[in-house]
């Protein structure tokens, strides 16, 4: 069983910096991109970042120029360095790791940026 566990989330001032971390567990091969995304309430779910093999790094207008994605594809471990935090960033962070076709996805975990 493939399990992805995040970390990092909680409660920053607007302009603070955030780092979230998500690893994966279980028979898990050839992972070949890890993404976030985010959930606003009353809002949809959105791709924030995403990371392929090989490096190259996708991000969401919103938060280009402050968030930074990053993974170690062979430990499975991914991380989102989020800076000059905006009370619109604030939402449940979900990791994706996909893998031989499917995607795996963390919990959640909640990011509330305060005025």
């Known amino acids: 069983q493939v399990q992805l566990v995040e970390s990092g989330g909680g409660l920053v001032q607007a302009g603070g910096s955030l780092r979230l971390s998500c690893a994966a567990s279980?028979?898990?091969?050839?992972?070949?991109?890890m993404g976030w995304y985010r959930q606003a309430p009353g809002k949809q779910r959105e791709l924030a970042a995403e990371?392929?093999?090989?490096?190259?790094?996708n991000y969401a207008d919103s938060v280009k120029g402050r968030f930074t994605i990053s993974g170690d594809f062979a430990k499975k471990v991914m991380y989102l360095q989020m800076s000059s935090l905006k009370p619109e960033d604030t939402g449940v962070y979900y990791c994706?790791?996909?893998?031989?076709?499917?995607?795996?996805w963390g919990q959640g975990t909640q990011v509330t940026v305060s005025s």
């Open positions: 994706t790791q996909r893998s031989r076709g499917s995607n795996y």
């Open positions: 990371i392929i093999l090989g490096g190259s790094t």
């Open positions: 279980g028979i898990m091969f050839g992972v070949n991109r």
